[in-house]
Nanobody, 121 residues
Framework: QVQLVESGGGSVQAGESLRLSCAASGDIYCMGWFRQAPGKEREGVAAVKSGSASYGDFVKGRFTISRDSAKNTLYLQMDNLKPEDTAMYYC???????????????????WGQGTQVTVSS
């Protein structure tokens, strides 16, 4: 059974940084970060598989995804945060569907409980 536990969210001012972590247990192949703001659909933020990373267009060089395979932990370094980045951020992991597009929700079977990121202007 795969379990994902996110941490690192919080409240910051615009322009500041946060680093999200996702501790994973179990056998997984691809991982990613998604976010969901109130009243909006969940959208892909970043994804990684075999060292290759993909990002949502809105990231524009501000975020960096990384994975420490030895610790089975996924990270999301978020710099120059903007108020529109305010959302619940979710870690996601998959095994059998990792051939699907990196930021497709269908790619991922397992989801964390989410960590809140709030950015004020």
């Amino acid at each position: 059974q795969v379990q994902l536990v996110e941490s690192g969210g919080g409240s910051v001012q615009a322009g500041e940084s946060l680093r999200l972590s996702c501790a994973a247990s179990g056998d997984i192949y691809c991982m990613g970060w998604f976010r969901q703001a109130p009243g909006k659909e969940r959208e892909g933020v970043a994804a990684v598989k075999s060292g290759s990373a993909s990002y949502g267009d809105f990231v524009k060089g501000r975020f960096t995804i990384s994975r420490d395979s030895a610790k089975n932990t996924l990270y999301l370094q978020m710099d120059n945060l903007k108020p529109e980045d305010t959302a619940m951020y979710y870690c996601a992991a998959g095994r059998g569907q990792c051939w699907l597009p990196p930021l497709s929700r269908s790619r991922y079977t397992y989801w964390g409980q989410g960590t809140q990121v709030t950015v004020s202007s």
